[in-house]
């Protein structure tokens, strides 16, 4: 279960991978990219299919990034989610963020099982501060309903 400590640790590593940033720059991927490089983290972009994004190094997996990153966001589809944190944990990464419509339950228990943290069913956009206001809207909605973690 994801929990306010995890979210705040989560939050604190500075060096953090997004797998999943799109080549069109059209898709979420590529907005969380943006967005976390403007709130000042060092972010790295992982696409097995592109050399670039926005005339930065793209990396082809989190295992090309060995000793860079401390956390990964995943932005890719379920199926493609346990490999991914099977290389998240090869890599060393110890905190991955499933982003929504990215949870795998066989991904969860692999984290699980080998110490990695791992939230899931949030949006990191809600949490990395400062939130836009749309984000910070939809954390005050989900607070009046119970849906914020603890």
Same mark, same amino acid.
């Not at 791992?118 to 990191?124: D, G, L, T």
């Given at each position: 279960m994801?929990?306010k400590?995890l979210v ?8 953090i991978?997004v ?7 059209? %898709?979420f991927?590529?907005? &969380?990219?943006?967005d976390?490089?403007?709130k000042?983290?060092n972010?790295?972009? #992982?696409? /097995?299919? $592109? ?5 930065? %190094?793209?990396?082809p997996s &989190?295992?090309a990034?060995r000793g ?7 932005? #890719?589809? /379920?199926? $493609?989610?346990?490999e991914?944190v ?6 060393g990464?110890k905190?991955?963020w ?12 692999f ?6 943290d ?7 956009l809600?949490?990395?501060e ?7 809207a939809?954390r005050?909605?989900?607070g ?7």
């Open positions: 994801t929990s400590k705040k640790e989560f939050l604190s590593e500075k060096n991978a797998v999943g940033v799109s080549r069109s720059g059209k %898709k991927g590529y907005t &969380l990219f943006k976390l490089k403007t000042g983290y972010v790295y972009p #992982v696409n /097995p299919n $592109a050399a670039f994004i926005d005339d930065e %190094k793209c990396y &989190l295992l990034l860079k990153v401390e956390a990964a966001i995943l932005v #890719v589809p /379920p199926f $493609a989610t346990k991914v099977k290389d998240a944990y090869s890599a990464i905190k991955v499933m982003q929504l419509g990215s949870e795998s339950e066989e991904a969860v228990i984290c699980e099982e080998t110490g990695i791992v939230i899931q069913n949030e949006c990191v809600m949490f990395a400062p939130a836009a206001f749309f984000h910070r939809h005050w909605v989900n009046l309903v119970g849906r914020l973690p603890r």
